[in-house]
Antibody, heavy 120, light 114 residues
């Protein structure tokens, strides 16, 4: 059974940093593109970042470019999102999601999400 | 970026009746070389993550009931629930994965029971 379990969400002050993790199991993690998607309270889904299967290719939404860094450890079956210079507008539930074997695929499995709150 | 626009924003349908949600993309998401529309539909129930329902505009994900169907091509797409069940109450999102990044979602359509 495919499972994605996010962790690391917390209350952080504006300008602070946080690292999210997503532990994957039930599939060959190293074969898939992986994504982070966020959802602000009461709002819709917004794609944040993705990484290819071996970690050599990454992309970001304009709103987080230069502040967030996605990475993965295929030996640990874990996806990460390093979030720096956090702003109030980054407050959201952050989901990790599995893509496919190419970037042009839908997101077929999602974790339950982890809540990041940026507030003083 | 491709903008995805759903209509309506909310919808109330009686149990057993048909529900129809529309999604329009600002540019075609049809890839001519393989004749596939890079369009997906997701269902999100309260307090839960999104769940993939439909991909390639009309292919049902494994385990999704056949009352859910997707149609359309190019820039105009529809998600239809043929006979609404109580468990279908959710927010539904369309998403394009044709021109990435970014992957863009519609704003969501909230489906309720009338």
């Amino acid at each position: 059974e495919v499972q994605l379990v996010e962790s690391g969400g917390d209350l952080v002050q504006p300008g602070g940093s946080l690292r999210l993790s997503c532990a994957a199991s039930g599939f060959t993690f190293s074969s898939y593109w992986m994504h982070w998607v966020r959802q602000a309270p009461g709002k819709g889904l917004v794609w944040v970042s993705h990484i290819n299967n071996d970690g050599s290719s990454t992309n970001y939404a304009d709103s987080v470019k230069g502040r967030f860094t996605i990475s993965r450890d295929n030996a640990k079956n874990t996806l990460y999102l390093q979030m720096n210079s956090l702003r109030a507008e980054d407050t959201a539930v952050y989901y990790c999601a599995r893509g496919g074997d190419s970037p042009l695929m839908p997101f077929d499995y999602w974790g339950l999400g982890t809540l990041v709150t940026v507030s003083s | 970026d491709i903008v995805m626009t759903q209509s309506p924003d909310s919808l109330a349908v009686s149990l057993g009746e048909r529900a129809t949600i529309n999604c329009k993309s600002s540019r075609s998401v049809l890839y001519s070389s393989n004749n596939k529309n890079y369009l997906a539909w997701y269902q999100q129930k309260p307090g839960q993550p999104p769940k993939l329902l439909i991909y390639w505009a009309s292919t049902r994900e494994s385990g999704v009931p056949d009352r859910f169907s997707g149609s359309g091509s190019g820039t105009d797409f529809t998600l239809t629930i043929s006979s609404l069940q109580a468990e279908d109450v959710a927010v539904y999102y369309c998403q394009q994965y044709y021109s990435t990044p970014p992957y863009t979602f519609g704003q969501g359509t909230k489906l309720e029971i009338k």
